[in-house]
């Protein structure tokens, strides 16, 4: 927990590539058992290796290429090095800023490069926060090969600095960020690429003390973990700060679930409002649109989108298969009718003249 909280509140929306390579670098001052310094590098949502100030090699989590380890070993040293400066430069900076007294603190980096649909190289991105403070925002823009900057409080870069910077980030960061996101997307393709469609629970628990009700959508099981989950009343979507739940939580293999809930009060039901819940995500063809019924479920009970499915097809099958059935047995009945008429030859009639 300690090497993500602090940046959640930091983080903007970037564009949609569809394969990103980041680093997640902690710097720690004061006494704990942590290394000075760490780093996490992830490919999407694998961890491909880390690095800490203590041995200062790179410890690989997934496959590797052994023809490229000293290139690797060399790239890790030089972007973790000036990584570890510069976060140890700042953190000094920003913890007299604050005026904060001796004791542990916490300088954060996320950072890293997209891979576009395309597979054209993005942007690549970079965010800092201290105890909890967002204190940078950077990304490098390779096509106008140029800087964009948030600095809250970080110290003003002349001209040369921000030259000398723009130049690091254009021959060393984004180079080695786009060769590695590549490299690694080729030996954990069928990790990294694979799509699980998502499975949706519509639920619901009736809430003694109010006489309302909670209404929740569930999807689970699905991968690439990138989903947009959206409750609405009437068709129009519900505020969020009346939604609990909305976070990306994995599964035990390697997929992910995300669940929100609505709280509906016994007046909003006597109302008669129409909830539904719509998702999208990059394994379904088309938006999923679900609707609630807050009458005919009773309390506590669950459906499953993929059971209200079968349910119809089945019964879509027997009806046909009845009827297939009652028009055979009539038109055999017909036939053997048919033919009794043409097997039966009543006897001819005989006068006898005298």
């Keep these: 927990m300690l090497k993500i909280v602090y940046l959640l509140s930091c983080l903007t929306v970037v564009n949609a590539g569809s394969h990103s390579l980041m680093?997640?670098?902690?710097?720690?001052?004061?006494?704990?058992?942590?290394?000075?310094?760490?780093?996490?590098?992830?490919?999407?949502?694998?961890?491909?290796?880390?690095?800490?100030?203590?041995t200062q090699k790179p410890v690989y989590r997934t496959n590797s290429d052994s023809k490229?380890?000293?290139?690797?070993?060399?790239?890790?040293?030089?972007?973790?090095?000036h990584m570890y400066n510069a976060m140890k430069t700042r953190d000094s900076y920003v913890n007299e800023h604050l005026n904060h007294t001796d004791g542990v603190h916490v300088y954060q980096r996320l950072a890293g490069c997209e891979l576009m649909n395309n597979d054209k190289p993005g942007p690549i991105h970079s965010w800092d926060a201290f105890d909890g403070y967002c204190v940078e925002e950077l990304t490098y823009d390779l096509e106008k090969n140029n800087l964009h900057f948030k600095k809250p409080w970080m110290v003003s870069w002349d001209q040369v600095k921000r030259l000398r910077i723009q130049l690091l980030y254009e021959n060393v960061y984004h180079p080695i960020c786009i060769k590695t996101l590549q490299r690694y997307l080729h030996l954990e393709k069928n990790n990294v690429m694979r799509k699980v469609k998502p499975r949706v629970r519509l639920m619901r628990k009736k809430l003694p003390d109010s006489g309302g009700l909670q209404i929740s959508c569930l999807a689970t099981g699905f991968y690439p973990r990138h989903i947009n989950l959206t409750l609405f009343r009437d068709d129009q979507p519900v505020d969020d700060d009346q939604i609990t739940g909305g976070q990306i939580l994995p599964n035990g293999d390697r997929t992910y679930q995300m669940r929100k809930s609505l709280v509906i009060s016994d007046e909003e039901l006597r109302e008669g409002h129409k909830y539904n819940c719509t998702m999208k995500h990059l394994n379904l063809d088309n938006k999923l649109d679900i609707i609630f019924d807050t009458d005919k479920y009773g309390p506590g009970r669950s459906f499953s989108l993929s059971v209200v499915i079968s349910v119809l097809v089945l019964c879509v099958a027997v009806l046909i298969v009845t009827a297939l059935i009652i028009w055979r047995r009539r038109r055999a009945a017909g036939q053997r009718s048919e033919t009794s008429l043409n097997q039966y030859s009543p006897p001819s009639s005989t006068h006898d003249e005298n």
């Design 23 to 54: 680093a997640l670098a902690t710097y720690i001052v004061g006494p704990t058992p942590f290394p000075e310094f760490s780093a996490v590098v992830m490919l999407d949502d694998l961890e491909i290796l880390y690095y800490d100030s203590i």
């Design 68 to 81: 490229y380890y000293d290139e690797e070993q060399s790239d890790a040293g030089v972007v973790f090095q």
